[in-house]
């Protein structure tokens, strides 16, 4: 099969040319390569697949897609990219953030690789620029993370005064540090005390929310994170319980809860007045 046989168009409206590789069956596999769990990752595959279906490619039939999902545990990432070479998909599909992405450069410069992220690949070192990623990966940003500064302004307006706010974050993200000094700065700029709070399992949420409530915070950004989206019942239910208004990079946080309101890409949830 010649390199440019085969053209995947992924949800996000980009253009993959895939190679077989060493594959002699008729039917290339992609390897399907997740930080996020199935059950919580079902709307965003769904739209996976209709993309390649409306490029004439089927899911079992002219196609076959081996998925892994890491249900976000970051550390097995590695060792995932690396079962997927040793399989020699056609394909890697990196997605459920930057770690994803990382993990397949660092597994193979062969293989096309396709990610979705919200960082900078630029910065991040997936691509050489945007206009031409070089190498063989390629992929979708959408910047996201980038606005978590104009998120932390957003909550300051509608939860004014002087009183301190929270970051909830995720150490085991490889972007972490970057996003904190963006919400730092920002809450420079706003002269608002900034309390940072680390979470990388499920169990540490209950502690982080006791310390926000300590603390006496007054609005709480949750950093744009594939596992915090995992978990987006638990924190919105937590908000919603420790009375705190919360802001959140994507629209399935409050239409998970009660939303106080919902616009574009900024989403809050929680309640006002405290």
Excluded at 20 to 49: M, N
């Amino acid at each position: 099969m010649r390199r440019r046989e085969f053209i995947v168009v992924l949800g996000g409206g980009v253009t993959l040319s895939l190679a077989a590789g060493a594959q002699p069956s008729a039917k290339p596999v992609i390897g399907f390569l997740s930080a996020r769990s199935p059950e919580e990752a079902a709307v965003h595959t769904a739209a996976f697949l209709r993309g390649l279906e409306e490029a004439g490619f089927v899911a079992g039939q002219n196609v076959t897609i081996e998925y892994i999902w890491a249900e976000g545990h970051y550390d097995r990432l590695p060792a995932m990219a690396s079962d997927l070479v040793r399989r020699q998909v056609a394909v890697i599909v990196a997605v459920g953030g930057i770690n994803s992405a990382l993990a397949a450069k660092a597994a193979t410069s062969t293989i096309p690789t396709v990610f979705l992220i919200g960082d900078d690949p630029v910065q991040l070192g997936l691509v050489e620029s945007l206009h031409r990623p070089g190498g063989n990966i390629t992929g979708v940003t959408l910047i996201a993370a980038a606005l978590g500064g104009k998120r932390l302004e957003v909550l300051c307006e509608v939860v004014p005064g002087p009183g301190p706010v929270a970051l909830l974050a995720n150490p085991a993200n490889s972007n972490t540090d970057a996003q904190v000094e963006d919400v730092r700065a920002a809450a420079g700029v706003l002269r608002r005390p900034l309390l940072v709070l680390y979470a990388s399992r499920e169990a540490e949420f209950a502690a982080a929310f006791e310390a926000l409530s300590r603390q006496g915070v007054h609005g709480l950004a949750v950093q744009n994170e594939p596992f915090f989206d995992t978990e987006r019942d638990q924190l919105v239910a937590l908000a919603a319980r420790h009375a705190v208004p919360a802001i959140y990079h994507i629209r399935e946080f409050p239409q998970g809860g009660d939303p106080m309101g919902a616009t574009g890409s900024i989403l809050l949830s929680g309640r006002v007045g405290c």
